[in-house]
């Protein structure tokens, strides 16, 4: 790899550091080729993506980004997975994990706040962005719904009344 590449590497790894909104560190060794394509097509599914790079360029890309952090976390085989959503990595990460004793999550970063293994198992438990916008939409529109209930219920019990005289009538 030529030093143009190599820049090239570090540029994507900042970019990735910067925009991401978690980003987990784990260890492959002794991992398939085959279990590491099911890891990145697991990862691609949630909107996220895996990453496997030099150590040595992934602590430059880290330099002065806000998750700075993890640079410890970088030593032997170790493969970055990420996504924009604070939650989807953390949560394939772990599902992986627990069906792949070789993928070893040693922990990762979210914003500014490094994250050791708990804290990846934690925000693994989150509920993801998705979820969390159809609970809040469940709540604002379950009192539409009461509300829209209320005013029909009088109409429906009045129709209900006539019906009956009129079955007693005829």
């Known amino acids: 790899m030529d030093r143009a590449q190599k820049e090239k590497v570090v540029d994507e790894l900042g970019q990735i550091f910067e925009s991401s909104g978690v980003v987990v560190v784990a260890h492959y060794e002794g991992l398939t080729v085959a279990e590491m394509q099911t890891l990145r097509a697991m ?3 949630a909107g996220g993506a895996v ?3 030099k150590n040595r360029l992934a602590r430059i890309a880290l330099e ?3 998750c700075q952090g993890i640079s410890d976390l970088l030593s032997g085989m170790t493969v970055l997975a990420y996504s ?4 989807a990595a953390a949560k394939v990460a772990e599902d992986f ?3 792949n004793k070789k993928f070893e999550i040693l922990g990762g970063a979210m914003g500014e706040n490094v994250l050791d293994r708990d804290g990846v198992k934690s925000v693994a438990a989150m509920p993801s962005r998705e979820e969390l916008i159809a609970q809040i939409a469940s709540c604002i529109g379950a009192p539409g719904s009461n509300v829209a209930g209320a005013i029909g219920a009088p109409a429906s019990n009045i129709a209900g009344i006539l019906s009956t005289i009129e079955d007693k009538a005829a």
């Open 43 to 45: 990862m691609r599914d």
């Open 64 to 66: 002065g980004k806000p």
């Open 97 to 99: 994990a627990k069906k």
């Open 84 to 87: 924009e959503d604070p939650v």
């Open 51 to 53: 990453r496997v790079a």
